[in-house]
C-alpha cells in the first residue's frame, strides 16, 4: 500500500531534485520558491518552458493575477469581449446557445501557462508550435507567475502583446485562498489525507509570512503595479472590486485597452450588459459545466463560492485585520496602491 509520504513524493520528484527553498506547512503538497514566488513542484518545469519558448504576438493577451483575485472572471469577460462577433453574447441572439463559455470552463478556455497537467486541452500550451486548434482574433493565456519572471518576449519585445492584471483585496484574497486550500485537500483522495484541514490561524500565520501560493501576496501585486504606472499600455491594473461595482466602466476600461472597444452602436443594443450577465457569477455558477463538471485535478465548482466583496467579515478576528493591514501598509507604502 502507499503511504502518505509515498504519494507526497511523487508529487514533488521534480523539485526534490532541483535544490529550491522548500516550505512542507500545507500538508498536501510542498511549495517551493522560484523566482521569488512559491509554488507546487509541478508547475515549474511548465513555467521554465513558458519562459524558454513562449514568443509573444502582436495579438497575444496574457490574463495575470492573485490567485483567488477572480482570475476565472476576468478569463471569462475577456474571452467574451475578444470573441464577441464570432459568438454573440446575447441570450436572444439564435447563436447564443453556441457560445463556449455556456459549456466549457473559462480556466479551458484561457489556460494557465503553468497548469498544463491540469487543462484539458492544452495544444493552446505548446509554444513551440504554431497550434491549429486556435481560432480566436487573439490568443489568450493566463499566468499567476511575478511580473518579472514573464518571458522576456512579452515584457521587453518589440510586440505589442498586453498583459492584463487583476487583484483584490487581501483580507478576501487570504479568505477565499485558506477556504480553497481547505476546498481541495477535502477532494484529495484518503490515503492522502495529512491534516483534515488548514486552521485559518495557521493559513493567516503562513499569509502574513509571505508564504501562499504564488505569494508574497504584496510582491506579486506591487510587480505588476509599478508596471502597469511605467508602461500603461502593456499592463492594465484591476481590481475585483471596482469590475464588481461599476461594471459597465470597467469593461469599457478593458475593451479599450485590449483594443476592441465597444462602438456606440454595441452600446445602444446593450453589448456590455450582454457581456456582464454572460460573465456574471451567479449565470456562470449554474452552467452545468461549472457546477458538475471537472478538470484533471480540481472539480470546477471550487472556482465558485460566494463571489461578494467583503466575506473576510466572517472569517476574520478584529486582530487579524489589524494586523493584516498594518502589514500591507507597510509593504505597499510609497507605492501609491491602496486596497
Ligand atoms: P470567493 O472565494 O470569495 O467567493 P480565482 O478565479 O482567482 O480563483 O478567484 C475565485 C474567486 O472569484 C472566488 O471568490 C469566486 O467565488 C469568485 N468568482 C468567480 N467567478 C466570479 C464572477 N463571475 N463574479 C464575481 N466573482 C467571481
Excluded at 470573441?83 to 439564435?94: G, L, W
Excluded at 473559462?106 to 486556435?134: A, G, I, M
Excluded at 502593456?234 to 464588481?244: A, R, S
Excluded at 460566494?306 to 489589524?322: A, R, Y
Aim: net charge neutral; charged share 25%.
Amino acid at each position: 500500500t502507499k503511504t502518505n509520504n509515498d504519494t507526497k513524493s511523487s508529487h514533488d520528484d521534480l523539485a526534490i531534485t532541483l535544490d529550491y527553498p522548500k516550505f512542507s506547512g500545507l500538508g498536501h503538497y510542498d511549495l517551493y520558491q522560484y523566482q521569488g514566488f512559491w509554488c507546487f513542484a509541478k508547475v515549474i518545469e511548465s513555467i521554465k518552458d513558458f519562459q524558454q519558448n513562449f514568443k509573444a504576438s502582436e495579438t497575444d493577451l496574457v490574463i495575470a493575477s492573485t490567485p483567488k483575485s477572480g482570475t476565472i472572471w476576468l478569463k471569462a469577460l475577456a474571452f467574451a469581449i475578444v470573441n464577441r462577433f464570432r459568438y454573440p453574447c446575447s441570450s436572444v441572439s439564435k447563436n447564443y446557445h453556441h457560445h463556449p463559455l455556456l459549456t466549457v470552463s473559462p480556466h479551458d478556455l484561457v489556460p494557465f501557462v503553468e497548469f498544463k497537467h491540469d487543462t484539458l486541452d492544452n495544444d493552446h500550451l505548446r509554444f513551440t508550435k504554431n497550434n491549429p486548434t486556435h481560432d480566436s482574433p487573439c490568443r489568450l493565456i493566463a499566468t499567476h507567475i511575478f511580473y518579472p519572471s514573464l518571458p522576456e518576449s512579452i515584457k521587453t519585445g518589440t510586440t505589442k502583446c498586453k498583459v492584463i492584471y487583476l487583484c483584490r483585496n487581501p483580507r478576501d484574497i487570504f479568505v477565499s485562498l485558506w477556504l480553497f486550500i481547505n476546498e481541495l485537500r477535502a477532494q484529495l483522495p484518503e490515503s492522502n489525507d495529512y491534516h483534515p484541514s488548514l486552521s485559518i490561524e495557521e493559513a493567516f500565520e503562513f499569509f502574513c509570512n509571505g508564504v501562499s501560493v504564488f505569494g508574497p501576496f504584496w510582491d506579486h501585486v506591487l510587480g505588476y503595479w509599478k508596471e502597469s504606472l511605467e508602461n500603461p499600455h502593456k499592463v492594465l491594473f484591476m481590481k475585483y472590486e471596482d469590475l464588481k461595482k461599476e461594471r459597465k466602466t470597467q469593461l469599457k476600461r478593458l475593451a479599450e485597452f485590449i483594443g476592441c472597444s465597444f462602438t456606440l452602436e454595441e452600446e445602444r443594443q446593450g453589448v456590455i450588459e450582454d457581456v456582464s450577465s454572460l460573465c456574471s457569477f451567479e449565470h456562470l455558477k449554474n452552467l452545468d459545466v461549472n457546477k458538475n463538471g471537472s478538470r484533471k485535478r480540481t472539480v470546477n465548482k471550487a472556482y465558485f463560492r460566494k463571489g461578494e466583496i467583503g466575506d473576510w467579515e466572517n472569517h476574520l478576528t478584529p486582530q487579524m485585520v489589524k494586523r493584516l493591514d498594518s502589514l500591507m501598509e507597510e509593504k505597499l507604502q510609497g507605492s501609491g496602491l491602496v486596497f
